[in-house]
């Protein structure tokens, strides 16, 4: 089956950057959408970024958009989120996610339950 490690998780404070990776095993990984989801305690898990299998169409939260980037390397297997300028409130849990169909809209790309395989996290916190 698909699984999933993220890494790249730390403390900085604001304005610093971070890049998270995650890496895929146990699948053909250029036939996943992968999705990036975050979580801090007490919050629903959000969705901040995704990309598509086939053409590589990138979709990001409002709330990242210009500031954060979302990649993937088929030949390593892998998918990173480049995060910017970072705040306190991004601080939360990061998780990697997978589906084994594509993904064509934001709509789609948002949702949990779009995805069927997931990373056990990397953790990102931010001070001030």
């Known amino acids: 089956q698909v699984q999933l490690m993220e890494s790249g998780g730390g403390s900085v404070q604001a304005g610093d950057s971070l890049r998270l990776v995650c890496s895929v095993s146990g699948g053909t990984f250029s036939k996943l959408a992968m999705g990036w989801f975050r979580q801090a305690p007490g919050k629903e898990r959000e969705f901040v970024a995704a990309i598509s299998w086939a053409s590589g169409r990138t979709f990001y939260a409002d709330y990242v958009e210009g500031r954060s980037t979302v990649a993937r390397d088929n030949s390593k297997a892998t998918v990173s989120l480049q995060m910017n300028n970072l705040t306190p409130e991004d601080t939360a849990v990061y998780y990697c996610?997978?589906?084994?169909?594509?993904?064509?809209?934001?709509?789609?790309?948002?949702?949990?339950?779009?995805?069927?395989?997931w990373g056990r996290g990397t953790q990102v916190t931010v001070s001030s």
């Open positions: 996610a997978a589906r084994d169909r594509n993904l064509g809209t934001l709509n789609m790309a948002v949702r949990t339950l779009s995805y069927g395989y």
